[in-house]
């Protein structure tokens, strides 16, 4: 054997090659997986020069929320890319530099105190990490960082180089040898694939200008109705990028953590939702017998088989339908996730195929389907008696007055009496403060909102053109809503089908009234103490989580924040149409959320929502008092309530 390969470099250098060669041919097979997927639109340029702040900003941001987490993998993850690229100058180029081989050692130490600390979190594991090969991954990077070391002592000059014979070389060749197989097998069928799927994931996002906005970049994308299969079916139906975004999950449970459905024992992990898609891909059939998490709530010896060409949900698929059922769309998931996944995303596309290929809709999701289909909002009421809750407010119509300020969006709250009374409030205080607002009255339509979230995109996009035909005809500076749903759809939904509007929350205009003076509110001293829910269509879905903190600051002293707030909120449980569907699970997500409330020892309960209203309110017991913004504004205002301008 030459001299070279009997050396410490040619030791290292060989089974670097050998890795790499097996890393490739497993690379290589996932990547066929990717590109079976159909075809996606990726700036390429951009995405790549847009990586290095991605990943040490966006993904950090989400990573350093767990403080252990992040140290461990600035430690595990940043020695090793140091080490790696050392490595090739000191052991592939043979430059047996001690400026360059003490860089090196120093990496390795720093990637095995990174080991030491996955090992920590292995040994008392939480829950929410999934298990399997994740628990050699710590013996994987610790053993390379050690068998590097010992190849490399030789060019620091602090010892000879004993060769590859020698008995304690031939252990470390060893060692190297198993764990950079490991590694390598790992970016194909292991733990390390997160790194590479990650990295690409964080290039060719389906979502990029999430990266950059001021606020969450929210829309659902659109499908072609004239398409010949409508949503996903099996993975190979997803985008080729969104099945590099699902190998990019690195099962660490911070989505299932967050997931109200999952707390509540509902049959969803969302998790278990995105390994399912990755586990099939490429596969003619896999099961998760072999899946080393946690299983959907309910169903935990349930054994569901897919592939990359079989349906993903179904009863016996790799998920089950009644955890497609069960997700709120809150995007709790998505805001925990460091990977940047979408798992809602991909939870509307199922839904889709299920929906408008299958009709395959539970509960009383298709009898509310079938009303907004014959009568243009879920409560298959008459359109004009939208107005009847307001009758004596003596709105103006917008078509008689033809331009407005605000055009207040009444939405499905106007059919409901708890958002009816948040919705004269507002008007009330509105009118109080001088604004100028009009209605549409019976030529407002609902928005689409549920039919999209439930699957149904033709309801939807059939909706939205309507109400888009009718907005054109009139003048208004801005659309403003009481219903986070209502100004999710118009604000994020619409642009793709043409409909460009300013649309703001009533909370944003309560602000700016209170702020500019036009609102004098009571002493807030001897009040009882506040806890303000985050609607999530308002918070993790448009970023708005202050406007309403800081209207309610103004009204006095005695906020407090339940321990789930802003980012974290738990959701109410009353969005994606789960109300509708009602999966069943051994708890209920608004009892949750009250008792999240109660915990704070508040005597009120301040809601943005009429969704939020009315789930909140429904929980029975010992629970504080649940009131809406525009209530509370009402009743505070300087100026008696029965003399506020009707």
């Excluded at 460091?338 to 889709?352: N, S, Y």
């Excluded at 999701?365 to 407010?393: C, K, Q, S, T, Y």
């Excluded at 939904?493 to 309560?510: C, I, R, W």
């Excluded at 929502?609 to 504080?624: E, F, I, K, R």
């Amino acid at each position: 054997m030459p001299d070279l390969l009997m050396g410490s470099g040619g030791v290292v250098l060989l089974i670097l090659l050998g890795a790499l060669g097996w890393a490739l041919i497993g690379v290589l097979g996932r990547i066929a997986g990717w590109r079976a997927g159909r075809p996606a639109k990726v700036d390429w340029l951009a995405g790549l020069l847009a990586l290095p702040r991605r990943y040490l900003v966006n993904v950090h941001e989400v990573v350093a929320r767990d403080r252990y987490a992040s140290t461990m993998h600035v430690m595990a993850a940043g020695g090793l890319v140091l080490a790696l690229l050392l490595v090739v100058l000191v052991h592939g180029f043979g430059i047996a530099s001690p400026w360059l081989a003490w860089p090196l050692l120093l990496a390795c130490v720093l990637t095995l105190l990174g080991a030491e600390r996955v090992l920590r979190r292995r040994a008392d594991r939480p829950p929410r990490l999934s298990g399997g090969r994740w628990n050699r991954f710590g013996w994987a990077i610790g053993g390379f960082a050690l068998g590097l070391a010992w190849f490399t002592l030789p060019a620091t000059g602090v010892m000879a180089d004993p060769g590859l014979l020698h008995p304690v070389s031939l252990a470390f060749a060893a060692l190297l040898a198993w764990s950079a197989f490991e590694l390598a097998d790992g970016l194909a069928h292991g733990p390390m694939r997160h790194a590479l799927a990650g990295a690409l994931n964080l290039v060719t996002h389906p979502r990029a200008p999430r990266f950059s906005a001021d606020r969450p970049v929210a829309a659902i994308h659109p499908i072609d109705l004239d398409a010949p299969r409508l949503g996903v079916e099996t993975p190979q139906d997803f985008a080729w990028n969104r099945l590099v975004m699902a190998d990019a999950c690195v099962a660490c449970g911070r989505c299932e953590e967050q997931c109200p459905a999952f707390a509540a024992g509902q049959p969803l992990d969302p998790k278990f939702v995105i390994r399912a898609i990755s586990m099939a891909q490429g596969a003619d059939h896999v099961d998760d017998r072999h899946y080393a998490g946690r299983r959907w709530p309910g169903l935990e010896r349930r054994v569901g088989e897919g592939g990359a060409a079989r349906p993903l949900v179904a009863d016996g698929g790799l998920i089950p339908p009644a955890a497609l059922w069960a997700c709120t769309t809150c995007r709790a998931c998505v805001e925990a996730c460091p990977m940047m996944i979408e798992h809602v995303d991909a939870i509307i596309d199922l839904r889709r195929f299920q929906t408008l290929e299958l009709g395959a809709v539970p509960g009383k999701a298709p009898a509310a389907l079938a009303e907004l289909a014959a009568a243009d909002n879920i409560h298959g009421r008459a359109a004009a008696r939208r107005m009847d809750a307001f009758v004596d407010l003596d709105l103006p119509l917008l078509r008689e007055v033809e331009s407005t300020d605000l055009l207040l969006w009444l939405g499905d709250g106007a059919f409901d009496p708890r958002g009816q009374r948040a919705m004269r409030a507002f008007v009330q205080v509105a009118r109080h403060a001088g604004l100028e607002l009009a209605v549409l009255g019976e030529e407002e339509l609902d928005t689409g909102d549920l039919a999209r979230r439930l699957g149904d995109e033709a309801q939807f996009q059939r909706l939205a053109e309507a109400n888009i035909a009718t907005l054109a005809r009139y003048r208004f500076r801005r659309i403003v809503t009481t219903d986070p749903h209502v100004l999710n759809s118009l604000r994020n939904d619409y642009p793709a089908m043409g409909g460009h509007y300013e649309v703001v929350h009533h909370t944003a205009v309560l602000l700016e009234l209170a702020e500019e003076g036009r609102l004098k509110f009571q002493p807030g001293e001897g009040q009882a103490a506040l806890t303000y829910h985050d609607p999530c269509y308002l918070g993790r879905w448009n970023g708005e989580f202050e406007a309403p903190r800081r209207l309610l600051d103004l009204l006095g002293p005695g906020r407090v924040e339940m321990a789930r707030h802003g980012r974290t909120a738990r959701c109410c449980g009353g969005g994606g149409g789960a109300p509708l569907t009602d999966i069943p699970g051994p708890r209920r997500i608004p009892d949750m959320r009250m008792a999240d409330a109660k915990a704070t020892r508040a005597g009120t309960v301040v809601v943005a929502c009429p969704n939020c209203a009315v789930m909140l309110d429904g929980v029975t017991g010992d629970y504080p008092a649940v009131t809406e913004v525009a209530e509370l504004v009402l009743a505070r205002l300087a100026v008696p309530a029965e003399r506020v301008a009707a």
